[in-house]
């Protein structure tokens, strides 16, 4: 498709026009007139593709802006571009990709996506908190073998409570401190493993984060 230089340059004109932070605009003109846009010299592209990708994620056209983050992680590769407008460009891409996934709750695309940003821009404070927020939401054995203990004793103390108020109270009443010893002890238990559980898979999100993000 032919575009006459004077056309392109209008193109571009009106697309720097429309103000930001009206992304449903933004969306209308590029679509309207992507095939045009197309013929723009890469650097003018760009710059419209990435406001077109941007009021995509702000309109909360997820799936759409996913793909448009892939089209233009491509393109960047492609042409060995690193920076755009004074940021990284890659950088930012994979990280707008990954918070899509994160608000889709796609914790698991979005951890992977997080530390390949890690690995390449390990000092960005939003990445290590989406990183540790997506690792939190994971279920590891470990944690998972911790909430079932925790669960059982929690169980128990229930069945030692109902036994005592059921059977030795009304039948065995001089045994009736040592049953309530025994239930609160089954409960403590139950609370002590089911929180330790929870601590130990919070230090190890921290210690993972760490380890991501500063010795990348």
Same mark, same amino acid.
């Given at each position: 498709?032919?575009?006459?230089?004077?056309?392109?340059? %209008?193109?571009?004109?009106?697309?720097?026009?429309?103000?930001?932070?009206?992304?449903?605009?933004?969306?209308?003109?590029?679509?309207?007139?992507?095939?045009?846009?197309?013929?723009?010299?890469?650097?003018?592209?760009?710059?419209?593709?990435?406001?077109?990708? @941007?009021?995509?994620?702000?309109?909360?056209?997820?799936? %759409?802006?996913?793909?448009?983050?892939?089209?233009?992680?491509?393109?960047?590769?492609?042409?060995?571009?690193?920076?755009?407008?004074?940021?990284?460009?890659?950088?930012?891409?994979?990280?707008?990709?990954?918070?899509?996934?994160?608000?889709?709750?796609?914790?698991?695309?979005?951890?992977?996506?997080?530390?390949?940003?890690?690995?390449?821009?390990?000092?960005?404070?939003?990445?290590?908190?989406?990183?540790?927020?997506?690792?939190?939401?994971?279920?590891?054995?470990?944690?998972?073998?911790?909430?079932?203990?925790?669960?059982?004793?929690?169980?128990?103390?229930?069945?030692?409570?109902?036994?005592?108020?059921?059977?030795?109270?009304?039948?065995?009443? @001089?045994?009736?401190?040592?049953?309530?010893?025994?239930?609160?002890?089954?409960?403590?238990?139950?609370?002590?493993?089911?929180?330790?559980?929870?601590?130990?898979?919070?230090?190890?999100?921290?210690?993972?984060?760490?380890?991501?993000?500063?010795?990348?």
């Amino acid at each position: 498709m032919y575009v006459s230089p004077t056309y392109r340059l %209008r193109l571009y004109r009106d697309f720097k026009a429309i103000d930001p932070k009206d992304p449903y605009s933004v969306i209308r003109y590029y679509e309207q007139y992507e095939e045009a846009l197309n013929t723009l010299d890469l650097d003018e592209y760009l710059d419209c593709t990435l406001g077109y990708t @941007d009021a995509l994620f702000e309109a909360d056209e997820y799936g %759409r802006h996913i793909v448009m983050c892939d089209h233009l992680i491509e393109l960047v590769m492609r042409e060995s571009m690193t920076y755009f407008g004074g940021e990284d460009i890659f950088a930012k891409l994979l990280f707008r990709k990954g918070v899509t996934y994160y608000n889709l709750n796609d914790h698991e695309n979005a951890l992977r996506v997080f530390k390949s940003v890690a690995k390449i821009a390990p000092n960005n404070p939003q990445t290590s908190i989406l990183l540790y927020s997506c690792l939190r939401q994971e279920t590891p054995p470990k944690r998972l073998k911790f909430r079932a203990w925790g669960l059982l004793f929690f169980l128990l103390s229930a069945v030692s409570a109902g036994t005592g108020g059921l059977v030795i109270q009304p039948f065995y009443p @001089d045994w009736m401190n040592i049953s309530t010893i025994i239930t609160i002890v089954l409960f403590v238990l139950g609370g002590f493993i089911y929180l330790y559980g929870e601590l130990d898979h919070y230090l190890w999100c921290k210690k993972t984060v760490h380890k991501w993000t500063v010795l990348t």
